[in-house]
C-alpha cells in the first residue's frame, strides 16, 4: 500500500492507493500518530484503494475519535465496494463521506 | 466375591472335630472321673482317721464337761470309794452311784459315760463266756450313765485288763474296747487326786454303729462338696473357654470375610480386655492395610483396563475409508508393559500410524506410554511434520522424567491422495514393506535416538512412495525375539519368510497367522516381551477433491500469501470485483483470527481449500489449535457513535454480514471454519 501525504496549511491530506488490509495498517496508524498534532482537517483519499479490512477500520475509528477532538475529518472517492463495507458495520453513519 | 479356597474348606472340615471347644469338654470330662476316682480311692483311707481323731477331741471336751458339771474340788478315794471333794461319786453299788453328771452328758451329747475307781484288786479273774469275755483289770466302775444289757446298772464291774494296763502305763486310751459285752468306741483319762496319784479313770463311749454312721455322713458331704466344687470349676472353666472361644468364632469369621474378599464395615471389637485385644488390633491394622492395598490393586487393575482400551481395537476403524484397511494386535506379556500402537487420521486424506515400546515393565512403563502416546497423537493431529512431532514429543517426555525411561517409537503419515509415507524413527526396530510385486524387506532408515533420552535431540523424517497394493508391517521386539524352549529367538528371517510367503492374506489373517506361527514356534516358552503388530495395506488411492487446498502458516506474515491464493483462485472463476473483495476481506478476517488466536504461545499451521461450483465459492479453513468458536462472538453494536465504538469484533462480524453461510464445526482436533458466497 502507498501512502501519500500532503499538508496545506492545518489539513492533513493522505491518499491511499492498493489494499488497506491488517499488514498495512499499522503503517498508516504509524503515519497517524506522527502527524496529527495541530492538524484541524484531515482527509482521506480513497479513489485508488482497493481493499479495506477491519484492520482498517479499525484505524478510520481511532482518526475519527482523534479528530472528534481537534477538528473534522472526511473520506474521499470512496468506490461502492468499500461503501457497501462501510454501510454493513455501521461506519457510514460516523465517518463524514464525500 | 473370592470362592474361598480348597485348602481353607479342609480346614474348616477339620477344625469341626479338633476345635478347643470339643477338646476342653473332653477334658473336663476325663478330669471329672479321675478326681471322682482318686477322691472315692483316699476317702476311705483318710476321712475315717479323721473321723476318729475328731470324734476323740470330742470326748476329750465331753470329759472336762463332765469334771465340770461337779462341784470344785479334788478327786480322792475314801475307803475305796470315789469322791469329788465330798461328795461320794460312787462305791461300786447301784445305790451310791452319782449317776445325775452323766446322764446329763449322754442326753446332751449322746455319749455314754462312766467313771472308775482305782482298786488294789489284782489277779481277778476272767468274766464272761470266751467270746465275749474278759480279763478283767483293776480299775472298779462306780458311775455312769448306760445300763448294762440286762437292765441293770453295771456298777461295780472291772474294766478290761489290757486297757487298764495302757492306762497305767499312760493315762489315756483310745481306740474301740468290749465295754460290757459289746464293741464302742471310747476315750479313757486318768483322774488324779490332789497329789497327782491316779484315783479312778473317766471314760466316753460311742458304739461303732453311731461312729460309723457320722464317718459315712462325713464322707458323704465330702463327695458331695467335692463334686459341686468340681462341678462349679467345670462349668466355670467351660464358661471362661465357651466365651474364648465364642471370640474367637468371631476372629474366624471376621477373618474368613476378608479372605473371601468382602471387607466388612466395622472394625473387629470383642469387648473384651484380656490377650485377645491383641489379636483384634492387629486384625484391624492388618484389614486397614489390606482395604488400602485392595484400594490401590482395584485402581491398578482399571488403570491397566485404561491402557489397554487406548489402544484403537475396533476394526476396521474408519468404515468410510475404502483407501486402505489397517489391523493391529498387542499380546501383553504377564506383567503390564510400555508397547503400544496408534493409528488415527489427521485429516481426511493423511493416516498416522505408531508403534512404540517403553522400556521397562510394569505401571511406570504403563504411565510413560500413556503420556507418549497422548503427546504423538496430539501433536500429529495439528498437522506438524512427523520428524517436528519427535523432537517435540521428546523434548515434553525428557522433562520430569527422573525414572530414565525411553521410548522406541516410529512413525509414518500416509498421504492416501499421493501414496506419500513420511515416516520418522527413533530407535525402533525397522518396519518392513512390501512394495510394487517384491516381497516383504525390512524399511531401513538411519534411525533417531530413542524419545525420551536426550532434550536436544532433532529428529530426521524419511519419505518413499507407496503404490496401491503396497503394505507396511509395523511390530516391536517382542515378535524377533520371541524364544523357544531352547533360547532360539524367533528372529528376522523366519518374519519375512512369513509375510513374504503371505502376501495376499488380507491384514486380521496375516497377523493372526503370524501370532500362531509365534506361537507354534515358542511351544512351551514363556513369552517375555508384550508382542505387538500392525499392518497397513494401501488398497488405493484417495480420489482428490477439487478443492485447492493450501497450507499457510498461522501467522499474520502470511496474510498477503493467504489472500494472493484466494484471490487467484476467485479470478480463475469469474467473480464480480465487489464479491471478491467480500471474500477476501472475509478470508483476512478469519485468517488474522487464526493467527491471533490458535495456537497461542507457539507456531502452527493451518490449511485454506476453496472451490467454486455452481456459481458458488466454498472457503474452508482448517486448524489444529485449540477449540475454538469465533461466531459465538457477539456482535458489536454500530449504532453507537464514533466515541463509543468499540474497536473489536467487527471483522467476524463483517463475515457474517456479507458471507451466504458461515458454518464452524469441531472435527476431532480440528477447527473448521466454512464459508460460503455467490461470487456474481
Known amino acids: 500500500m502507498e501512502i501519500i501525504k500532503s499538508i496545506s496549511e492545518s489539513t492533513l491530506n493522505i491518499a491511499l492507493q492498493g489494499r488497506l488490509d491488517a499488514n498495512t495498517a499499522p503503517e498508516l496508524e504509524g503515519v497517524l500518530i506522527s502527524s496529527l498534532s495541530g492538524i484541524t482537517g484531515l482527509v482521506f483519499d480513497f479513489s485508488e484503494l482497493e481493499y479495506i479490512s477491519s484492520a482498517g477500520l479499525r484505524i478510520l475509528l481511532i482518526a475519527q475519535k482523534k479528530m472528534n477532538t481537534q477538528g473534522t475529518m472526511k473520506l474521499r472517492g470512496v468506490c461502492p465496494a468499500i461503501k457497501e463495507i462501510l454501510d454493513i458495520t455501521g461506519f457510514s453513519d460516523i465517518l463524514t463521506i464525500e | ?680
Open chain 2, 1 to 680: 466375591m473370592k470362592e474361598m479356597t480348597e485348602s481353607l474348606k479342609e480346614t474348616l472340615k477339620r477344625f469341626l472335630f479338633r476345635g478347643i471347644r470339643f477338646k476342653m469338654t473332653l477334658a473336663v470330662l476325663a478330669a471329672s472321673v479321675l478326681m471322682l476316682t482318686a477322691v472315692g480311692i483316699t476317702m476311705d483311707r483318710t476321712v475315717s482317721n479323721t473321723v476318729e481323731e475328731l470324734i476323740s477331741s470330742r470326748m476329750e471336751s465331753d470329759i472336762k464337761y463332765i469334771e465340770d458339771l461337779f462341784d470344785e474340788g479334788e478327786w480322792n478315794i475314801r475307803d475305796g470309794a470315789l469322791y469329788r471333794g465330798d461328795i461320794l461319786v460312787g462305791d461300786g453299788t447301784v445305790e451310791n452311784a452319782y449317776l445325775a453328771p452323766f446322764l446329763e452328758m449322754e442326753q446332751k451329747t449322746g455319749s455314754f459315760s462312766y467313771t472308775f475307781v482305782k482298786t488294789s484288786d489284782n489277779g481277778l479273774d476272767w468274766v464272761g463266756d470266751k467270746k465275749t469275755g474278759y480279763m478283767q483289770g483293776h480299775f472298779m466302775r462306780v458311775a455312769g450313765s448306760t445300763l448294762s444289757p440286762d437292765g441293770k446298772k453295771i456298777m461295780g464291774t472291772y474294766m478290761d485288763k489290757k486297757v487298764a494296763d495302757i492306762l497305767d502305763e499312760k493315762g489315756v486310751y483310745s481306740g474301740q474296747a468290749n465295754v460290757v459285752g459289746g464293741m464302742v468306741f471310747c476315750l479313757y483319762r486318768t483322774i488324779t487326786d490332789s497329789s497327782g496319784e491316779v484315783v479312778g479313770v473317766i471314760c466316753v463311749g460311742r458304739s461303732i454303729e453311731s461312729m460309723r454312721e457320722q464317718t459315712k455322713k462325713a464322707e458323704r458331704s465330702l463327695i458331695t462338696i467335692v463334686i459341686a466344687a468340681m462341678l462349679f470349676v467345670a462349668v466355670g472353666l467351660d464358661v471362661l473357654v465357651f466365651t474364648w472361644i465364642s471370640k474367637l468364632d468371631t476372629v474366624n469369621n471376621y477373618l474368613r470375610d476378608i479372605s473371601s474378599g468382602t471387607f466388612p464395615e466395622e472394625p473387629l471389637n470383642l469387648h473384651t480386655n484380656d490377650e485377645l485385644i491383641v489379636t483384634a488390633a492387629c486384625i484391624n491394622e492388618m484389614t486397614e492395610a489390606l482395604k488400602e492395598r485392595e484400594r490401590i490393586s482395584g485402581e491398578l487393575s482399571i488403570a491397566t483396563n485404561i491402557q489397554a482400551h487406548m489402544l484403537p481395537c475396533i476394526f476396521p476403524p474408519f468404515p468410510d475409508h475404502d483407501e486402505f484397511d489397517i489391523y493391529a494386535t498387542m499380546t501383553p506379556a504377564k506383567e503390564v508393559g510400555g508397547d503400544f500402537y496408534d493409528f488415527f487420521m489427521i485429516d481426511e486424506k493423511h493416516l498416522a500410524v505408531v508403534i512404540a515400546d517403553v522400556s521397562g515393565k510394569g505401571v511406570p512403563a504403563a504411565l510413560f506410554m500413556v503420556i507418549a502416546k497422548t503427546l504423538i497423537k496430539n501433536y500429529a493431529q495439528m498437522g506438524m511434520d512427523p520428524c517436528n512431532v519427535f523432537t517435540k514429543v521428546n523434548q515434553l517426555l525428557c522433562e520430569g522424567n527422573e525414572a530414565g525411561l525411553f521410548v522406541t517409537a516410529w512413525m509414518g503419515v500416509l498421504n492416501l491422495e499421493t501414496g506419500k509415507l513420511t515416516y520418522v524413527n527413533a530407535g525402533h526396530n525397522p518396519p518392513m514393506i512390501k512394495l510394487a510385486d517384491g516381497g516383504f524387506t525390512f524399511l531401513r532408515s538411519r534411525p533417531g535416538f530413542v524419545l525420551a533420552g536426550l532434550d536436544t535431540v532433532r529428529y530426521k523424517q524419511n519419505e518413499l512412495v507407496m503404490a496401491p497394493g503396497d503394505k507396511l508391517f509395523l511390530y516391536t521386539d517382542g515378535v524377533t525375539e520371541a524364544t523357544d524352549k531352547d533360547n532360539q529367538l524367533y528372529g528376522e528371517q523366519r518374519l519375512g519368510d512369513y509375510l513374504c510367503s503371505h502376501i495376499g492374506d488380507d491384514v486380521k489373517e496375516l497377523l493372526t497367522g503370524l501370532k500362531d506361527d509365534i506361537d507354534a514356534f515358542a511351544g512351551e516358552a514363556e513369552q517375555f516381551d508384550d508382542i505387538t503388530m500392525l499392518v497397513l495395506d494401501y488398497r488405493q488411492k484417495r480420489a482428490s477433491d477439487d478443492a485447492a487446498e493450501k497450507a499457510f502458516p498461522a501467522s499474520l506474515d502470511a496474510l498477503s500469501d493467504v489472500l494472493a491464493f484466494t484471490e487467484a483462485e476467485l479470478n480463475k472463476a469469474d467473480c464480480s470485483p465487489k464479491a471478491a473483495m467480500q471474500i477476501a476481506v472475509a478470508a483476512e478476517e478469519i485468517f488474522v483470527n487464526i493467527a491471533h488466536y490458535a495456537y497461542p504461545g507457539e507456531s502452527g499451521k493451518m490449511k485454506l481449500g476453496i472451490t467454486v461450483d455452481n456459481g458458488v465459492a466454498r472457503l474452508n479453513f482448517r486448524d489444529y489449535g485449540v477449540p475454538f468458536n469465533p461466531l459465538k462472538k457477539a456482535d458489536p453494536d454500530i449504532t453507537l457513535d464514533a466515541d463509543s465504538r468499540q474497536i473489536g469484533g467487527l471483522g467476524i462480524f463483517m463475515v457474517k454480514k456479507t458471507m451466504d453461510e458461515v458454518r464452524y464445526e469441531r472435527k476431532g482436533a480440528q477447527n473448521v471454519l466454512t464459508i460460503k458466497k455467490k461470487i456474481n
